[in-house]
């Protein structure tokens, strides 16, 4: 396996990964996002602008392009990040490189009335689901004040004092002032590749490290929300806490704690007590999400509004279960056994192994951050899982939002 990490001639930093015998090249370009939006929403209008036509293709003709080479192509806007990747098939790389240059640098924003108009209808028919309007107060709630607390709802709130030159302005900024980062897998040869987003990537503004201007989020007290729908046959519950992020030392134990309560499906032991045992549940899971300033595990239940007592019930005892006793050693190696296979059904593919690179490199990590941290998994002790959740658990800082009819 060839892989080489180096730097374009504007700093940014890259990883090129050869894989053998596959039929399309894969690239994912992140920026890191530095500031908080000025008003929100602005991100996610940028992110869908940004392939919605340039000076030299209207949206059509670069729809039609993007059609006429077969390149996936992608925008996304995330708390720390834009992120661009494409597939295509190794031999149009170069011209998929152009296109992707062509998107960052010329891209005209014309649409921005109608791109406005579609995101309020999407937001409003993503709120219509019951579990998003729970997510959505929960994340209100748990980031309070804060650029991460930026939910659906915030941005509807804020959407109609947006205007295309604050949308400009943003993604200047981002381009001028970011850390970037770029990965590159498939067949092609390294030089091949090279050449191309040498002429065109590396010729963007210099990739920028050290002006991250947004502090982190504090949670210092219990929040309780809810939200009342009256055509609702079940209600949601999500309880969280705030936790550390990638890079900190507990991050290997959390990522444990989230597969033994939730998050390995059937055999989790939310699952097994809640919704087997209990009968409780329509769906119940624990995720662990994390950004570059803090980390956020919650615990998530759908179940019928008469129980929300005796579920809320069942949160606590699994809790302090796991904050009382240790876990057994085949426990805590089925859940290791776990993560590993996630991470590799989670790098089958070349863009998903380049996302995976430019995901930890944007925020400050080695490109092989993953392969780092699944060693670190693996000498994770039962008594460090019972630390760690003892001292993130806790009774009076976290963040309860039900749901209900």
Not at 179 to 196: Q, S, W
Not at 244 to 267: F, M, R, V
Request: charged share 25%.
């Amino acid at each position: 396996m060839i892989k080489e990490i180096s730097k374009l001639q504007n700093g940014i930093s890259y990883i090129y990964k050869k894989n053998e015998n596959t039929p399309r090249m894969a690239l994912c370009f992140n920026l890191s996002v530095n500031n908080a939006e000025k008003i929100p929403g602005i991100y996610s209008l940028v992110a869908r602008l940004l392939l919605q036509g340039t000076t030299n293709y209207n949206s059509e003709q670069l729809a039609n392009e993007f059609e006429k080479y077969a390149i996936d192509i992608s925008c996304n806007i995330f708390p720390n990040f834009l992120r661009f990747k494409f597939v295509c098939l190794n031999e149009d790389f170069s011209k998929a490189v152009e296109l992707l240059n062509e998107v960052m640098t010329n891209s005209t924003f014309e649409e921005f009335e109608k791109e406005k108009v579609k995101l309020i209808g999407e937001i409003n028919a993503e709120l219509d689901s019951p579990r998003a309007l729970t997510m959505d107060l929960y994340s209100r709630k748990m980031f309070e004040n804060h650029y991460y607390g930026t939910s659906l709802t915030v941005a509807l709130e804020n959407i109609d004092k947006i205007t295309k030159e604050d949308v400009i302005e943003a993604y200047q900024t981002i381009l001028k002032n970011s850390k970037k980062v770029l990965a590159i897998v498939g067949a092609n040869p390294k030089e091949e590749v090279l050449e191309p987003v040498r002429n065109t990537l590396g010729k963007l503004p210099e990739s920028v490290d050290g002006d991250f201007n947004i502090e982190p989020p504090v949670l210092n007290e219990t929040k309780y929300a809810e939200n009342i729908k009256s055509d609702l046959n079940q209600a949601h519950i999500i309880k969280g806490w705030q936790v550390p992020t990638y890079g900190e030392k507990d991050h290997p134990a959390l990522i444990l704690l989230n597969i033994l309560l939730g998050a390995c499906g059937l055999s989790s032991r939310l699952f097994l007590e809640l919704r087997d045992k209990k009968g409780l549940a329509y769906v119940v899971r624990s995720s662990y999400e994390t950004y570059k300033l803090a980390g956020n595990f919650m615990i998530y239940i759908a179940t019928e509004p008469k129980n929300i007592d005796v579920s809320l019930q069942g949160f606590n005892e699994e809790i302090n279960k796991i904050k009382t006793y240790p876990v057994s050693d085949k426990e805590l190696e089925d859940a290791k056994n776990n993560l590993v296979g996630k991470c590799a059904f989670l790098e089958e593919t070349n863009l998903q192994q380049a996302c995976s690179y430019c995901k930890y490199g944007v925020v400050g990590f080695d490109f092989d951050y993953i392969e780092k941290l699944q060693e670190l998994v693996q000498k994770v002790t039962p008594e460090q899982i019972l630390e760690c959740a003892k001292k993130y658990f806790t009774d009076d800082r976290y963040v309860l939002v039900v749901t209900k009819p």
